[in-house]
């Protein structure tokens, strides 16, 4: 469904953009061409593995590598010792590879280069390590206790006035917020407060960390790896390793899925450092099992919401407070959990207060709208129990209160044009609304408001003799991007879709890009890329003017050629692209259009998801047997790969809601670290996931794109909790809503009501 | 790591008895190379058995049919006789891992895993299935439910194979039915397992009954009171209960990632109660 409003925007009449063509990586995916991280390869290359601790938090007293290094086929360990202190990236570098410590199972303690796979396994276990044991803290709640054991000695809380005195395991405290909520609630007609809690997810990508390093002798490094982000990877590597940054070239692979998890390095500095000793490339991968116990998993979390509202629904105020644990280093997203809580509503009177702590586990990695779907499901299921207590339909109860433009966001700024009623409005029209629901089923709704970045982005397009079009982006494809920058290129210069070829460039070929995160590449690549392409028609036109011996200003760009702009200009036939790229040598040599910039204007994307949950009353096992996400998406550009991002945030909140968690075991090593245990949902798990494409035009961009990969995660769990506790009759308030939790709860209410 | 592919059984054996350190059978390989990859076990020797052509084939044999070693899941599935026999084996059995691991997957395989969570277990020991084994002191036949001892450990000597399964034949008027609880819908380990095989006479009352149980003790289990309490009823409402209460008074499960024992033992009963009515369905024809 098109909801196309007045604005000029999206009144627009697009020739390419908005149609669904191949994607220009889609062969070599389908065909197993494509190279992914661990398919790079080398001559002389030694293959890298890691020693990780089996403790949760223990001393690192010593670490013996001499029998390992006598072993035949070994040619290198490093450790600690092999990287120098370093404030700038302090945590980085102790996770990559422990310093003082090792603070979670799974943690690098040391890495051998071997010249095969058999020989560094044997290596790593010649490595003798002399661990002092910690007592450990994996739950947050009890990570935050007085008493609690201490990860870091010198972790005093900041954001508190007056700051601590003594160190604990909570790294920050945030609060946003406006009004007066004691005011609110006193204006309530109705309260309802709940405790919530969340596990620790995994993006779950299903490719694993890779690598190919190779060190010079001169000092020169080059470095291929999987990665969102490769002048990320350069930036913590140099620095790790102490080289300048114009001397290490990383270049990106396909990657197999990241979802925010492969925004940092944890094998890319070991690998230099393996191939800066040994003078050979260094291939590392990942094993399954070391994703899960050492890369990036989202935050583990508990909090409490509390929302007033009077008699006809008006919330007068909404309260929480968020504690999110982010592995053994601060930075946990509850800064943004706090933020987003409450974003999708114009409220009066609202307070967040977050808190950021440490715990023994791995340290987090962004996870898709990081921190924003914790905080979700708590406050979206306070929503539905608010709706149910004041007899409103949920999406009235949105409707009266949700936020539009001009309201002041629950986090400070005031919004621009949002498109939150919008999705509201689709969800009530759409067919499954009122669809009936069989025995045991259970219908569920939730909102989710995700930010949209912008940021460095810096695009460079050629113009070929041939009249097609080189286009280098510096933001790794991870959602067909390579696709809607083709379409928006070929838009701009009037050409067709498949006369324009979209790579990722490598480090040294473009200027800096930030990371692929924060939805921003459709927004801000795309945006750079529209820019290019004017840059490359003024000069196009330059070049038409030159040959037609006219003014530049007297020649227009209109639908792929250059004309002459008016009767007075001359009468000169129309000059297509190809034309004027076919005597480009003639007339000035080659023609290319650049953008290099720090994109503002980014819009936020609001989402609406609907979904009916079957319980099996008798075992606890909850189905998903029908879904419709509906988001705001400014404007399609690739509306298959729009919808893709709706789906893949739809699926990863069903794992998330229902099975998906780390599960740590007494002495605080995690139990299911592998996708048999580790549960993300399989194709059978989901029904079709349907989706509403809603446009509303985000003014900032001159199509009116919306980042929209992030905000599909946002309302899943919150719209299935509800689902779920609507089919079984009893609130769930903790996550994942397992069989055995489902059942315990589903029993426990059965032996009340007999009582 | 030696490994071998011996094109008799005679060889197969004689490498068995004769290795020096550790050995192992390799038959699909679907938990093998799993643990092998994982560096749970360190082998010094690998013998497949795939080789084998009298372990690749399925027989019929007393009314019964007679399942080689080697046959993959796939294979199973697609053979009418044993479709028709025992379905409930051939349903749990096609239950093990995905479209792909099917292709490896093997029954005698997935009993010698010795996994109390095995799925095609509980199926083979309602059905009453032998097992024959072939070793250095030649061959003997013994009961599937005697095969594993404990989680990971099975009875079998030093230089024995189990060389085939064999399903006995069974009365006209009969059903099987396998059930396990996974969170998921497909590709994941058993939580509980239950299998139920019934005979019924011309009345349609039960006149003969195994229930079996997966996942829920150190062993699948067979529940006597469980097929006790089914024979001589028509399986109605009273029966289904007594039943599910004898499958869960079975249980003596563990708390672990997979469900803990409360969730086990609740869940034994249902299972046990919704397999026995598949099976009476299909007993009655």
Not at chain 2, 243 to 257: G, M, R
Request: contains cysteine; negative net charge; glycine residues 10%.
């Amino acid at each position: 469904m098109l909801d196309k409003t007045k604005d000029p925007v999206a009144e627009r009449d697009f020739k390419v953009v908005g149609t669904r063509p191949v994607r220009p990586d889609g062969v070599d995916k389908v065909t197993g061409r494509a190279r992914f991280g661990a398919d790079i390869s080398a001559p002389g290359m030694l293959v890298g593995k890691v020693k990780r601790s089996p403790h949760a938090h223990a001393k690192l007293v010593s670490i013996d590598t001499e029998k390992a290094l006598a072993l035949p086929g070994v040619k290198a360990v490093v450790t600690r010792d092999d990287f120098a202190e370093n404030k700038k990236q302090c945590d980085v570098l102790r996770n990559i590879m422990a310093r003082e410590k090792v603070l979670y199972d799974g943690h690098a303690v040391a890495a051998v280069a071997a010249t095969s796979a058999t020989v560094a396994r044997k290596a790593l276990k010649l490595i003798e390590v002399e661990y002092d044991v910690l007592p450990h803290v994996i739950d947050v709640d009890e990570a935050m206790k007085p008493g609690a054991p201490l990860l870091h000695d010198d972790m005093i809380t900041k954001g508190v006035d007056p700051e601590p005195e003594t160190a604990s395991n909570i790294a920050q405290r945030y609060e946003f917020g406006h009004g007066d909520v004691e005011k609110g609630f006193a204006e309530a007609d109705v309260v309802v407060e709940r405790d919530f809690k969340t596990a620790a997810a995994h993006q779950g990508y299903i490719e694993p960390h890779a690598c190919l390093a190779s060190f010079t002798p001169d000092g020169q490094g080059e470095l291929w790896c999987c990665t969102q982000g490769h002048y990320a990877i350069r930036g913590f590597c140099a620095d790790l390793l102490g080289m300048d940054i114009s001397k290490l070239r990383v270049t990106a692979s396909e990657i197999g899925g990241g979802f925010g998890g492969k925004t940092t390095v944890f094998l890319e500095p070991l690998a230099l450092a393996l191939s800066r000793k040994t003078g050979r490339p260094v291939k590392m991968v990942m094993s399954r099992e070391e994703v899960f116990r050492a890369s990036g998993p989202t935050a583990s979390t508990s909090s409490r919401v509390k929302v007033g509202a009077t008699k006809d629904g008006k919330i007068t105020a909404g309260e929480a407070e968020f504690r999110y644990q982010g592995g053994a280093f601060k930075g946990s997203p509850v800064q943004f959990g706090a933020m987003c809580a409450f974003a999708c509503y114009a409220l009066e009177n609202v307070k967040t207060v977050g808190y950021d702590v440490v715990t023994n586990r791995p340290k987090q990695a962004a996870y898709r709208a990081p921190g924003a779907p914790m905080a979700a499901f708590a406050v979206e299921s306070v929503i539905e129990e608010l709706a149910v207590e004041l007899s409103i339909d949920p999406v009235e109860l949105r409707l009266i209160n949700a936020a539009e433009e001009g309201d002041q966001s629950s986090f400070g700024p005031t919004f621009p044009r949002i498109g939150l009623v919008e999705t509201l409005e689709a969800t009530k029209a759409h067919e499954h609304f009122s669809a009936p629901l069989g025995p045991n089923q259970g219908r569920g709704i939730a909102s989710g408001y995700w930010f949209n970045f912008g940021g460095a982005t810096s695009v460079s397009l050629n113009i070929q003799p041939d009249g097609t079009v080189a286009l280098a982006v510096g933001t790794p494809d991870i959602g067909g991007s390579r696709a809607s920058m083709s379409l928006m290129a070929a838009e701009e210069l009037g050409i067709a879709y498949e006369k324009v070829k979209a790579i990722v460039a490598d480090t040294a070929s473009l200027g800096y890009n930030e990371v692929s995160h924060g939805s921003r590449v459709t927004f801000a690549s795309g945006l750079a890329t529209i820019e290019a392409a004017r840059n490359a028609k003024k000069i196009l036109c330059a070049r038409a003017a030159k040959m037609w011996e006219i003014p530049e200003e007297a020649v227009e760009w209109v639908d792929g050629h250059a004309r002459p702009a008016g009767a007075n200009a001359g009468d000169f036939e129309p000059m297509s692209l190809a034309d004027i790229a076919k005597v480009a040598e003639q007339t000035g040599g080659p023609i290319s259009g650049h953008q290099e910039h720090n994109a503002s204007g980014a819009g936020a994307s609001f989402a609406t998801h609907m979904v009916d949950v079957e319980v099996d009353p008798e075992t606890g096992r909850a189905h998903v047997v029908r879904y419709t996400a509906v988001q705001d998406a400014g404007k399609a550009i690739h509306p298959s790969y729009v919808e893709g991002q709706f789906q893949g945030g739809a699926a990863q909140g069903v794992g998330w809601a229902l099975n998906e968690e780390y599960i740590y075991n007494d002495d605080g090593r995690l139990e299911n670290p592998g996708f048999l245990d580790y549960r993300i949902p399989v194709c059978s798990d989901l029904p079709m996931l349907d989706t509403v494409i809603v446009e509303v035009p985000n003014p900032g961009h001159p199509y009116g794109v919306r980042g929209v990969g992030e905000t599909g995660i946002v309302p899943p769990m919150a719209a299935i909790a509800n689902a779920v506790s609507a089919a079984a009759g009893v609130r769930m308030t903790e996550l994942p809503m397992s069989p055995p939790k489902l059942l315990k709860a589903i029993n426990a209410k059965k032996a009340n009501g007999s009582a | 790591m030696q490994y071998e592919a011996p094109q008799t059984l005679d060889a197969a054996v004689a490498l068995l008895a004769d290795a020096r350190g550790a050995a192992r059978v390799l038959a699909g390989g679907t938990d093998l190379l799993v643990q092998l990859r994982s560096g749970a076990i360190e082998p010094d020797l690998v013998v497949d058995i795939k080789r084998i052509d009298e372990l690749k084939k399925i027989t019929a044999e007393d009314g019964g049919y007679r399942i080689g070693a080697a046959v993959s899941g796939a294979e199973l599935g697609e053979h009418e006789g044993v479709r028709a026999l025992w379905p409930g084996v051939v349903e749990a059995t096609e239950l093990i891992g995905s479209t792909q691991v099917q292709g490896r997957a093997t029954m005698a395989g997935n009993l010698c895993n010795a996994s109390p969570a095995a799925d095609s277990v509980p199926a083979m020991v309602a059905a009453d299935a032998t097992a024959r084994i072939v070793g250095p002191d030649g061959v003997r036949d013994t009961s599937v439910r005697d095969v594993a001892t404990g989680p990971g450990q099975t009875s079998l000597g030093r230089g024995e194979i189990v060389v085939s399964i064999f399903l006995p034949a069974r009365p006209a008027r009969s059903g099987d039915a396998y059930l396990r609880f996974i969170p998921r819908t497909e590709m994941d380990i058993a939580v509980v397992g239950a299998a139920v095989s019934v005979s019924l006479d011309d009345e349609g009352t039960c006149v003969a009954a195994r229930v079996s149980l997966g996942a829920v003790a150190a062993r699948v289990l067979l529940v006597d009171e469980g097929a006790r309490v089914l024979i001589g009823t028509k399986l109605d409402d009273d029966a289904l209960q007594a039943l599910a209460a004898a499958a869960s008074a079975a249980c003596s499960p563990i708390n672990d990632k997979r469900g803990t024992i409360e969730f086990r033992t609740d869940v034994a009963g249902v299972l046990a109660r919704r397999a026995a009515q598949t099976a009476f369905e299909r007993a009655k024809g």
